[in-house]
Structures are given as structure tokens and as C-alpha cells.
């Protein structure tokens, strides 16, 4: 009887133009190869059993702990039950709040949080562009206390309101992470609950987001499957400007509404934030034929192409034909820079 090497559950295996890769989510772990290499197998590994004629192969698979034997009949059941666990269970949403010092964070916010949080949006940014009253912010977060919400601040360092917002952290256990931008140091101290302050060097500035590289590849089972069934930046994500303007993400130019005057649920039925909250890696040119395109976050704020919503992201330096990585700033048109002031 023939047998078969089974990939485990929390192996995925995914083909790009001229490598592929091999993820085990229970470690966090991703394996890259040429394809070449990988020719003699059949490699439509996303999710299908592996017929055993390579040695190297299920050797490594065996030594990485990926995978075990089975028989015909019960390789056909494993991979039912395979199928049923990649179901996607859509991704939590989050919201992210700019503010600046003209900004006041009011009742209207709070009632487009609640609003929010009912449709199963359950975190909250706040990213502070200027030194802001930490007192309306410690009101603002209390006001969620009986909620299931979590917070994440981000600061830059060279505000002076630093020890406010520390202590706002030490006094509210629904903020997961306090980070300082701009600190002109890096490090990372984890509470006995896992939450984190943190200090980087880089800054708080909406255009140095949507960088891609390997350090933000995301290797688990829940990004997998939200890359493979929406753009896994923008599903379930909104963000409010310093200015009360609804967008997708602080940096897309599209303007659904404003704090004050628009219903969340109105604006969550939009077809043009539905749309853009829906592209998924599969429908991005260049991105298909990469082997990262389901661990890769799809920045859709800065593309290669302005006028073609579903061209790569422009902050990406990786080639998926050569498999080379280089610097993005390199590689992109100079009028595409312009166009984004970068
Ligand atoms: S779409 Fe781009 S700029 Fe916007 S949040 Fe995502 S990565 Fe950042
Ligand atoms: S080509 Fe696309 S999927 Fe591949 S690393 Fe770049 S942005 Fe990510």
C-alpha cells in the first residue's frame, strides 16, 4: 500500500516565481528554497499530501518535526479535516485615533468606539502627533473600562509628556503596548502581563509606514488566512486623522466621513472601503507570483503604480522572478516618490 508524507496541520507550503517557501506556524519558523531544488516533488503543497519519492525532503520535513506517514484511506481523511481548519474566522478589527493638540477627543468618539466595538472592533491605536492633554486621554480610556477593548499608544519621545503617559500605562491594564518613536534608543520591558513599553529610534510619521521586509513577515495560521481571504492591512481596520477624517488607514487619501457627523455603521457599508479592505495578495500583480505574498502585509497607501489600485507596494524591495531583495528607494520611479512626497 502506498504511503504518504502528510504535512501537519500547522504546515503551509506556498510556490512563488522562483522560490518557495515552507512555514511552521507552531514555531514561528519559514524555510525558504529555490524552486529548482524543490522540482522533483510535487509541490502544490499548499495544504496536499506529499507523495514520499524524495529523500532529502521528508528527511527535513521529519527533522523539523512537519510531518508524519500515512496510508492512502487515512491521508484523504487528514485532509478534510485540514481543509475545515484553514475556514477563515474573520480577524478582530482596529481602530486608529490620531491626535494632535487641536484635536479634542470628545463624546462623538467615544460613541463611534462603542459603535465599533459592538461590530467586533475591539483595538484601539491612538498615535499622538504633538504633546496632547494626557488627562483627556486617561478619560477617554476609562470611559471602556467595563469593555473587552485593548489600547496600543504610540508617542514620540520628543514630546515632553512622556512620565504622563507611563503612568496612564501603569494605571490602565487594557493598554497591551506604550511605544516612544524618536527615543534615540531601542528596547522592550514586558510587565508580569505581557505588555510592553517600548522605546525605538525610528519616527511617528504616517509616511514611514508600509514598509515590507522579512522582520515583518507574519508566519501564523490567522495571518495566513486573512492574507488568503482580504488585504491583510486594511481588512477591518479605520482610522480617524488628527481632523476627525474617516479613512481606510491614516495615510490613503480617501475621506469616508468625519468624527461627529458619520455613523460608523454607515461608513463600514461603504462600497469603496469594503473594496479596498477586500484585495487580497492574489490580486496584486508581482505580489502573486511571490512566495511571501500570505505572510506579507499589503500596504495599499503607497503602490508602485498611483493609478492602478492593485499594483505591488511601493516600499517593498523584493523581485520574486530573481528572488533578490534591494533597497526599495533604489528600485522605484522618481515620480512615483514625488507623488507620495517621500
Ligand atoms: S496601508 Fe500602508 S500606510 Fe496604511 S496602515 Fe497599512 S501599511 Fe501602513
Ligand atoms: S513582492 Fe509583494 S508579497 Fe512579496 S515581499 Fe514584496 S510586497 Fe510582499
Redesign the pocket.
Known amino acids: 500500500m502506498m504511503i504518504n508524507i502528510i504535512p501537519y496541520s500547522t504546515t503551509f507550503c506556498f510556490k512563488g516565481a522562483s522560490h518557495s517557501i515552507i512555514i511552521n506556524t507552531d514555531k514561528t519558523k519559514v524555510y525558504r528554497f529555490e524552486n529548482t531544488y524543490l522540482q522533483s516533488i510535487c509541490f502544490n503543497l499548499s495544504n496536499k499530501v506529499i507523495p514520499s519519492d524524495s529523500d532529502v525532503f521528508n528527511n527535513f520535513l521529519l527533522e523539523e518535526g512537519m510531518h508524519f506517514e500515512a496510508h492512502e484511506r487515512d491521508a484523504s481523511l487528514f485532509l478534510r479535516s485540514k481543509e475545515r481548519s484553514m475556514n477563515w474566522h474573520e480577524a478582530n478589527g482596529d481602530i486608529i485615533i490620531c491626535l494632535d493638540k487641536y484635536t479634542a477627543l470628545n463624546d462623538c468618539y467615544v460613541k463611534f468606539i462603542e459603535a465599533a466595538y459592538v461590530a467586533g472592533f475591539n483595538i484601539v491605536q491612538i498615535q499622538l502627533y504633538d504633546e496632547v492633554n494626557t488627562i483627556e486621554i486617561s478619560k477617554f480610556i476609562r470611559k471602556f473600562q467595563d469593555m473587552k477593548l485593548s489600547f496600543e499608544i504610540l508617542s514620540s519621545a520628543i514630546y515632553s509628556n512622556e512620565q504622563p503617559l507611563i503612568d496612564i500605562f501603569d494605571e490602565f491594564r487594557s493598554i497591551y503596548r506604550l511605544c516612544f518613536f524618536s527615543s534615540g534608543k531601542f528596547s522592550s520591558t514586558f510587565d508580569q502581563y505581557g505588555r510592553v513599553l517600548e522605546y525605538v529610534d525610528t519616527p511617528l510619521s504616517m509616511k514611514s509606514c508600509g514598509n ?1 521586509s522579512s522582520k515583518g513577515f507574519v508566519p501564523t495560521r490567522r495571518f495566513i488566512t486573512l492574507a488568503k481571504n482580504a488585504n491583510s492591512c486594511l481588512y477591518n481596520k479605520l482610522a480617524i486623522d488628527v481632523r476627525g477624517c474617516i479613512r481606510n488607514c491614516p495615510s490613503m487619501p480617501m475621506v469616508y466621513g468625519k468624527i461627529g457627523e458619520s455613523y460608523f455603521e454607515d461608513i463600514i457599508k461603504l462600497t469603496h472601503f469594503q473594496e479596498v479592505a477586500s484585495i487580497r ?1 492574489d490580486d ?1 500583480e ?2 502573486r507570483d ?4 500570505y505572510i ?4 495599499r497607501a503607497y503602490i508602485n503604480k498611483p493609478e492602478e489600485p492593485n499594483s ?2 511601493l516600499k ?1 524591495g ?3 522572478y530573481s528572488g533578490e531583495w534591494s533597497n526599495w528607494r533604489n528600485i522605484s520611479n522618481e515620480l512615483t516618490m514625488m507623488y507620495y512626497d517621500l
Open positions: 515590507i495578495k496584486i508581482i505580489c511571490c512566495e511571501f505574498r506579507c502585509t499589503d500596504c505591488k507596494p517593498c523584493y523581485d520574486p
